[in-house]
């Protein structure tokens, strides 16, 4: 059993607390907030030993294994260093660093300190993603994808009302790619490797981010084209269309249902499993794993994926020139 902690107190975090405890592999010990009460909450409503509103004492901590980061963007690259360099395994909210530069410094010091360093990112941890890659060759030749993930962000009335929220800020690292158009982005990394070619056609807001947008990536025999939005809603499922049949995912995340369409027959074949409602679990489990067995070559697909999504959305954002703050 590896002991973590958590940084940040949002909804996500509380996910990952419940879905790290039903994994059997992860037991909270402690919560870091800059808040003394809001830290207490989470640690009180999950038993954690301990509360932190010193982040450098929390890195010290002998007695913590793991440190889950879930606080803004921005600062995900700061806070991991710090923990790596203190000798603790570090799993990183999506999106994990604002750029390649950022993630390649982290991976050095998490190689120089021997620890692990992981990008949260629910979908292709799911025993549904393993289905499709496994089953992927039904489809024949692929002639195209289409990947959305369009989801409208109670944040954007804010946004609307001349507010700031992170996620549609440059200052934390903020945008539609970033944030909802990870997941898909993961999943044709996942399936089909590194694009030939990358162009990005966003909706940029007055903030300088993008509140929704088109992104193509260009391989050697089709075009995937991934949808992603925080300023509008569809129910639009992922299609992957090949020569003899087409896949068709109700979500890009966390993938809850996959059904196999015959192109000649046009049977229907739900090739799905019902997923835990807690999906953060197959994360937890699978990272958890690789920690305890060191399975350095599992990991090393996991960073070569996250490199393959980073350089991705950098490129795009640099075509757009959507920049952050901290790159400037």
Known sequence: MLNFATVGTGWITESFIQAAHLSKQLKLHGVYSRSFDKGKQLADAHQARAVYTDIEEMAQEQEIDVVYIASPNSVHFEQALLFLKNNKHVICEKPIFSNLKELEIAY?????????LFEAIRNIHTPNFQILKEQLHRA?????????????????????????????????????LADLGVYPTYLAAGLFGKPNKVSYHPVILRSGVDGSGTLVLEYNDFVCTVLCSKISHSDLPCEIHGEKGTFQLEDAAPISKITFIDSHTKDAQVLSVELEEENMMYECMNIAD??????DLQYEELKNLSKIVLGITEEARKQNNII?????
């Open 324 to 328: 952050f703050v901290s790159e400037k």
């Open 108 to 116: 050095q010091t998490a190689e120089e300190h021997g620890v692990y």
């Open 140 to 176: 024949g030749k692929i002639r195209s994808t289409i990947l959305p993930y369009i989801q409208y962000s109670s944040r954007y009335d804010l946004f609307l009302q001349g507010e700031e929220p992170n996620i549609f800020s440059a200052k934390y690292s903020g945008g539609a």
């Open 290 to 295: 690789i920690i305890t067995a060191k399975n």
